[in-house]
């Protein structure tokens, strides 16, 4: 069985971030979300994944390289413009051949894994396994409507949802899901829709089979998932800090600090990941929030937050919270009464509060 991660889309609900940096990259507790879904695909004994890329490959290409530190060969698929998640399918072709394989979204977080549902795939003779949770907004996803527990009918972003039961960014097909796509055409969107293709099988006869899944899921296309997402992630940490903290330092709950990162007259309190050579002094810096390496953080406050590498936030007299500060971003105050702010600060931003 082989693997095929989509990380081609240009994220345009999280610019300006994306911008500059691929959304798959972005990272979560400190690492890129692309880095989760390679794990899980090793965890689930696949080794051979292919990640279809666009416009951003280079920059995907260098973070993830051949797969060998996941214990991955990985190949790169080019995907001109991303036309659709079917489309995507069909220019891997020349990769998946007639293999049965596992997509995963790139943007997408499953914390338990895909281990035992890539298992039950194995073991079957399905045509195809979806996955499904349960969402307040079904109009923002593929949604599947039910018969008797058989999938009745697909259909890609509902202006008005039938079941509130989402596609997750997990799906395991075998080679029939190529000639499916052959007989589909691109939808209003100007995309090859998999809920098309998908529904193509079952109108076959195709053996379609549903799983709603119990654990945490996120797509992380937009700020607050990805916040939420860092929340979870860091639900899970263990403290480990690699740098002598001087007395005027106090740590609360589990924290982890990288190498190099020199901190004095701060309170840390976890869940908290500090990456490292970072500079903090006088500040305050909160549960789940990850502060990326090279960060300057002096006479400030953070909470619930993540904190991009080679950013500096100094002298702010209000309390940063659930907010995603971009690379190399500067963040300092001028006199003024306070302020609650929230920010989405994109790279290479410079803010100055009055």
Same mark, same amino acid.
């Given at each position: 069985? @082989?693997?095929?991660?989509?990380?081609?889309?240009?994220?345009?609900?999280?610019?300006?971030?994306?911008?500059?940096?691929?959304?798959?990259?972005?990272?979560?507790?400190?690492?890129?979300?692309?880095?989760?879904?390679?794990?899980?695909?090793?965890?689930?004994?696949?080794?051979?994944?292919?990640?279809?890329?666009?416009?951003?490959?280079?920059?995907?290409?260098?973070?993830?390289?051949?797969?060998?530190?996941?214990?991955?060969?990985?190949?790169?698929?080019?995907?001109?413009?991303?036309?659709?998640? !079917?489309?995507?399918?069909?220019?891997?072709?020349? #990769?998946?051949?007639?293999?049965? #394989?596992?997509?995963?979204?790139?943007?997408?977080?499953?914390?338990?894994?895909?281990?035992?549902?890539?298992?039950?795939?194995?073991?079957?003779?399905?045509?195809?396994?979806?996955?499904?949770? @349960?969402? @307040?907004?079904?109009?923002?996803?593929?949604?599947?409507?039910?018969?008797?527990?058989?999938? @009745?009918?697909?259909?890609?972003?509902?202006?008005?949802?039938?079941?509130?039961?989402?596609?997750?960014?997990?799906?395991? #097909?075998?080679?029939?899901?190529?000639?499916?796509?052959?007989?589909?055409?691109?939808?209003?969107?100007?995309?090859?829709?998999?809920?098309?293709?998908?529904?193509?099988?079952?109108?076959?006869?195709?053996?379609?089979?549903?799983?709603?899944?119990?654990?945490?899921?996120?797509?992380?296309?937009?700020?607050?998932?990805?916040?939420?997402?860092?929340?979870?992630?860091?639900?899970?940490?263990?403290?480990?800090?690699?740098?002598?903290?001087?007395?005027?330092?106090?740590?609360?709950?589990?924290? !982890?600090?990288?190498?190099?990162?020199?901190?004095?007259?701060?309170?840390?309190?976890?869940?908290?990941?500090?990456?490292?050579?970072?500079?903090?002094?006088?500040?305050?810096?909160?549960?789940?929030?990850?502060?990326?390496?090279?960060?300057?953080?002096?006479?400030?406050?953070?909470?619930?937050?993540?904190?991009?590498?080679?950013?500096?936030?100094?002298?702010?007299?209000?309390?940063?919270?659930?907010?995603?500060?971009?690379?190399?971003?500067?963040?300092?105050?001028?006199?003024?009464?306070?302020?609650?702010?929230? #920010?989405?600060?994109?790279?290479?931003?410079?803010?100055?509060?009055?």
């Amino acid at each position: 069985m @082989k693997g095929l991660i989509l990380s081609g889309g240009k994220g345009t609900r999280l610019r300006p971030i994306t911008h500059t940096q691929a959304k798959q990259l972005l990272p979560v507790a400190n690492r890129p979300i692309l880095f989760y879904g390679l794990d899980a695909m090793a965890e689930a004994g696949i080794t051979d994944v292919g990640i279809v890329v666009g416009e951003t490959r280079e920059e995907i290409q260098e973070a993830v390289g051949d797969g060998s530190r996941f214990g991955l060969r990985v190949t790169y698929v080019h995907q001109e413009q991303p036309l659709g998640l !079917a489309h995507a399918i069909k220019v891997a072709r020349p #990769f998946l051949g007639e293999d049965p #394989f596992v997509m995963y979204l790139g943007d997408n977080l499953i914390r338990d894994g895909i281990r035992l549902l890539v298992d039950e795939f194995r073991d079957d003779t399905a045509h195809c396994h979806i996955l499904l949770a @349960k969402v @307040k907004n079904p109009q923002d996803f593929g949604v599947a409507e039910l018969e008797g527990g058989r999938v @009745k009918r697909l259909v890609e972003k509902p202006k008005e949802p039938q079941s509130d039961l989402a596609l997750v960014g997990v799906y395991m #097909f075998n080679r029939d899901i190529h000639d499916a796509i052959e007989h589909i055409r691109p939808s209003w969107r100007n995309e090859l829709e998999i809920t098309d293709a998908i529904q193509y099988l079952v109108e076959q006869g195709g053996e379609v089979r549903s799983k709603v899944i119990s654990g945490w899921w996120k797509d992380t296309g937009k700020l607050e998932d990805i916040l939420e997402a860092n929340r979870v992630i860091l639900s899970g940490l263990k403290g480990a800090v690699e740098v002598e903290l001087d007395s005027s330092v106090r740590v609360e709950g589990p924290v !982890a600090v990288g190498e190099g990162t020199r901190i004095s007259n701060t309170l840390l309190r976890g869940p908290l990941v500090v990456g490292r050579n970072c500079v903090i002094e006088n500040s305050y810096i909160g549960p789940f929030t990850s502060v990326h390496s090279e960060v300057e953080i002096r006479n400030s406050e953070i909470e619930h937050s993540i904190i991009l590498e080679e950013s500096s936030i100094l002298d702010i007299g209000t309390r940063i919270e659930s907010s995603l500060v971009g690379r190399n971003s500067r963040m300092r105050t001028t006199p003024g009464p306070p302020k609650a702010i929230r #920010f989405m600060v994109g790279d290479y931003s410079q803010i100055e509060i009055c």
